[in-house]
């Protein structure tokens, strides 16, 4: 074994740091004259020395140089007692919250994933103005549809508000993942992320029309219930696949993006079928209350009771 390759930090999902090692030795700490610089306020000025060292006529093979004890160094989760211990492809070296994962350089890799992104989306994210204009044209058809469907009044105070309500939803969302694509991947990708974003919101603007439509054929709730749940789901798993896709390396986002989104709507479901129904359409009757009501003092029924006063009022008047 004659090359060895460190891996800064296990990140799965993200991209790692990594170092190739020969024959020379190699120097691990925060000072700046380190061959590896860390930033971790846990790990020494000068940490570790990595090297290769053979006796005689053995096999050369690699050594870590423990040159500072303030933290424990953990060679795959094991404290290291000694000043100096043996390492090899596969260990982990662990010291403040810092890991290194070492490999050979025959260490084979997965197979290439193939992008599924088609290059025009990638064109389009590069030119700023398209999100934009996309964005600005969903959410003013956005609010269109819904003082169409909903508005009583006239008035189009409640519905802007709903609309910069929605905007500014629309671009937190998109600022999120970019932001979590900039910590775990050094890349942004802001344009990409609220171009997706708006396209899902986009087909999310059919969900009603669709929605009125099958329960107009249909005549049942229960048919656009189940149309504005799937809908959901779907949409949302696809927000998340591509959310996912830009910020991070996770494999399987698709999966990961589906179990999640089913999970939620599930939530959901479950927590609207727990809440009781303030309005009820089926006629409810009292059970101590039946007619005719019959007064409890004189045992005649309400209705007699009630004439009786007429009839003497109407003699008393002499009508």
């Not at 999970?263 to 209350?289: C, D, H, I, Q, R």
Request: proline letters at 4%; charged letters at 15%; a negative charge.
């Amino acid at each position: 074994m004659e090359t060895l390759i460190i891996q800064i930090g296990l990140k799965q999902g993200r991209n790692a740091d990594l170092y190739k090692l020969n024959e020379r030795e190699l120097y691990v700490g925060r000072a700046y004259s380190n061959d590896i610089v860390l930033t971790d306020p846990y790990v020494a000025p000068q940490q570790l020395r990595i090297y290769r060292y053979g006796v005689g006529g053995e096999e050369l093979s690699w050594h870590i140089n423990i040159l500072d004890a303030t933290n424990p160094v953990l060679v795959n989760g094991e404290p290291v007692e000694s000043a100096t211990q043996s390492v090899r492809p596969g260990d982990s070296i662990t010291v403040g919250r810092t890991t290194m994962r070492l490999y050979s350089d025959e260490h084979e890799v997965e197979p290439t994933r193939k992008l599924l992104v088609s290059s025009w989306l990638h064109r389009a994210a590069r030119n700023a103005w398209l999100p934009v204009c996309l964005f600005a044209l969903v959410c003013l058809t956005d609010s269109l549809l819904n003082y169409g469907f909903s508005n009583t009044d006239g008035e189009w105070k409640e519905h802007g508000i709903s609309t910069i309500a929605g905007m500014g939803i629309l671009l937190a969302w998109a600022g999120f993942w970019a932001v979590v694509g900039r910590v775990l991947r050094h890349q942004p990708h802001f344009s990409y992320q609220l171009l997706v974003t708006t396209l899902i919101a986009a087909i999310g603007l059919t969900q009603t029309p669709v929605e009125l439509f099958a329960e107009f054929i249909t005549d049942s709730t229960y048919i656009r219930t189940l149309i504005a749940y799937t809908f959901g789901t779907v949409l949302l798993a696809y927000l998340l696949h591509y959310n996912l896709f830009f910020a991070t390396n996770i494999k399987h986002t698709a999966i990961l993006a589906c179990c999640f989104s089913v999970g939620l709507s599930g939530l959901v479901f479950l927590f609207s079928m727990s809440e009781k129904n303030e309005f009820s359409a089926a006629p409810e009757y009292s059970g101590t209350l039946l007619p005719p009501i019959v007064n409890p003092r004189t045992g005649k029924p309400l209705d007699d009771y009630v004439n009786s006063f007429a009839k003497t009022f109407a003699d008393s008047n002499g009508l």
